[in-house]
């Protein structure tokens, strides 16, 4: 039999379908007996297009993603056969934070996401991350619905 994924990162991205994807992931995980690494993006444009933004406001937008995802860590945490746990949040150009600041550093061998998080505008203008992942990434991506 072939060895399972080692490490898996779950990129989450705010919205309601958050947890769900983030459910999925970890059972993907304890089957796998992998390292688990939530990846969460800042989305920093709009802040950008403002002027500088201040540090202050960064952590509370951290500090409440933190707190969005605080019960499902525990429940990760709990989980026979997770390896390890790891959050990762940065701020920035979502692609870019995504993949050079963290894809390229934890260097998965699975990658989940969920399959819409853009708002239509967004959407419109960046076409979907999920898309973005399949062209830039070198391992498995599992897009959930």
């Known amino acids: 039999m072939a060895e399972g994924y080692k490490t898996i990162f779950v ?3 705010g919205t309601e379908q958050q947890d769900f994807v983030f459910t999925r992931a970890i059972e993907v995980a304890a089957r796998n007996r992998a390292k688990l690494v939530i990846g969460h993006v800042i989305d920093s444009t709009a802040l950008e297009a403002a002027g500088a933004y201040p540090a202050d406001l ?4 951290e500090q409440a ?8 860590v525990s429940k990760a945490k709990e989980q026979e056969g997770i390896e390890d746990i790891q959050v990762i949040v940065r701020a ?6 995504l993949k050079d600041d963290m894809l390229d550093t934890v260097n998965p061998d699975l990658v989940i996401c969920g399959a819409r998080g853009l708002s239509g505008i967004k959407y419109a203008l960046l076409g979907s991350i999920s898309s973005f992942l399949l ?3 070198d391992c498995d991506i599992l897009v959930v619905k």
Not at 65 to 72: G, H, Y
């Open 65 to 72: 993603f933190n707190e969005s995802i605080a019960a499902n």
């Open 58 to 61: 960064l952590d509370g937008i």
């Open 135 to 137: 062209r830039n990434t």
């Open 92 to 97: 920035g150009r979502i692609r870019e934070t």
């Open 11 to 13: 990129a989450l991205d």
